[in-house]
T-cell receptor, first 115, second 114 residues
């Protein structure tokens, strides 16, 4: 059974520092991994999606890496800003045909960036 | 292209009433997913639907919950005889295809059972 874990559960950094968020999963048979951002009382915004054949994806200040064999993904946010304060979720998608449609989420890392 | 639409955004029901949550996927998307986020818990998958078909309902509670995605109109998540434990945020997502595409999430419906 797949389990997705995010450590730490909460993180507070001063503005300008780089953020490193970790996601681990127990079953390496994944199709892809997606990172999301959730603001309080709001929906999820997709940040990056990494296919299982890829090692990393980049978008602006965001970079996500994937090591499928060790069951790990890391989200890096460079030069953090107060607007980056949110909860960050990772989710894995299993390979066909096992539970094909569903994403399995970690519990999230709550990030606070202080000015 | 409008995003995934959910309504209502907030819903209050008394115990024993029915709750109907609606989801309109993004234009061109034919796959819909429902997730539930209980207070202080992570998002949990409930059901995956295509037009007129339930593909995977492994996350749906066995009783009182049902979902549909008709040929015309939005997807509906129906909860009969609600109880306090049903209070949660219910999110809908859609994708153009089930395989490679991202799932795009709506803003959620926050259900409160009094």
């Amino acid at each position: 059974k797949q389990e997705v874990t995010q450590i730490p559960a909460a993180l507070s950094v001063p503005e300008g520092e780089n953020l490193v968020l970790n996601c681990s999963f127990t079953d390496s048979a994944i199709y892809n991994l997606q990172w999301f951002r959730q603001d309080p009382g709001k929906g999820l915004t997709s940040l990056l999606l990494i296919q299982s054949s890829q090692r990393e994806q980049t978008s602006g200040r965001l970079n996500a890496s994937l090591d499928k064999s060790s069951g790990r993904s890391t989200l890096y946010i460079a030069a953090s800003q107060p607007g980056d304060s949110a909860t960050y979720l990772c989710a894995v998608r299993p390979v066909w045909p096992d539970s094909w449609g569903k994403l399995q989420f970690g519990a999230g890392t709550q990030v606070v960036v202080t000015p | 292209n409008a995003g995934v639409m959910q309504n209502p955004r907030h819903l209050v029901r008394r115990r024993g009433q029915e709750a109907r949550l609606r989801c309109s996927p993004m234009k061109g998307h034919s796959h819909v997913y429902w997730y539930r986020q209980l207070p202080e818990e992570g998002l949990k998958f409930m059901v995956y639907l295509q037009k007129e078909n339930i593909i995977d309902e492994s996350g749906m509670p066995k009783e009182r919950f049902s979902a549909e995605f008709p040929k015309e109109g939005p997807s509906i998540l129906r909860i009969q005889q609600v109880v306090r434990g049903d209070s949660a945020a219910y999110f809908c997502a859609s994708s153009p295809r089930s395989a490679e595409g991202k799932q795009y999430f709506g803003p959620g419906t926050r259900l409160t059972v009094t």
